[in-house]
């Protein structure tokens, strides 16, 4: 089953601090693995998209790495700042019917604390 | 810049009641979806279009109707809304090829009682 499992479930940091984010997906075929910001009350907004090619990706503090091998993606967060609060969000591509279908995860909520 | 709209922003429905969702897209992309995003879940696809006058069913498609009405406009109908549907619903749009960003609207929030 194609599926997307992320964790912690959610997250308590102190500002300034960096912090990791897991997803572990059984997504096949792959296509790309995709991290969005989600704040609350707003739609997701995309941080990074890796083919399976791709290592690693940044995107100013964040940093993403993809391990195609082990089906392991990772979002680093650095120097963590009060707007950092939010929902990040792991999708993955699946190509499927002639059609690219997004898998998500349930997300990691992070809160940032001064 | 408006990217992809959708209206209304909150609704509260009475179970039987009918609404559509509006959803329009300024970026001249072909694919519109429609997600269903639920606590402690991740979106789950409702219906997409892959282009204009195409709809298809995601994953959880029962109890609502879609409508490609133009390559901007993707409005998503519940004939007769259900508590099961009370959710926050997000429109999003993308271009063409694999690795194109997806952009998403900024969510209806609909309570059925």
């Known amino acids: 089953k194609n599926q997307v499992e992320q964790s912690p479930q959610s997250l308590i940091i102190l500002e300034g601090k960096n912090c990791t984010l897991q997803c572990n997906y059984t997504v096949s075929p792959f296509s790309n693995l995709r991290w969005y910001k989600q704040d609350t009350g707003r739609g997701p907004v995309s941080l990074t998209i890796?083919?399976?090619?791709?290592n690693t990706k940044s995107n100013g503090r964040y940093t993403a790495t993809l391990d195609a091998d082990t089906k392991q993606s990772s979002l680093h967060i650095t120097a963590s700042q009060l707007s950092d609060s939010a929902s990040y969000i792991c999708v993955v591509t699946l190509f499927s019917g002639g059609y690219n279908k997004l898998i998500f995860g349930a997300g990691t909520r992070l809160a940032v604390h001064p | 810049n408006a990217g992809v709209t959708q209206t209304p922003k909150f609704q509260v429905l009475k179970t039987g009641q009918s609404m559509t969702l509006q959803c329009a897209q300024d970026m001249n992309h072909n694919s519109m979806y429609w997600y269903r995003q639920d606590p402690g879940m991740g979106l789950r696809l409702i219906y997409y279009s892959a282009s204009e006058g195409t709809t298809d069913k995601g994953e959880v498609p029962n109890g609502y109707n879609v409508s490609r009405l133009n390559k901007r406009e993707f409005s998503l109908r519940l004939e007769s809304a259900a508590p099961s549907q009370t959710s926050v619903y997000f429109c999003?749009?993308?271009?063409?090829?694999?690795?194109?960003?997806?952009?998403f609207g900024q969510g209806t929030r609909l309570t059925v009682v």
């Open positions: 999003a749009s993308r271009g063409q090829g694999m690795n194109t960003e997806a952009f």
């Open positions: 890796m083919t399976f090619s791709e």
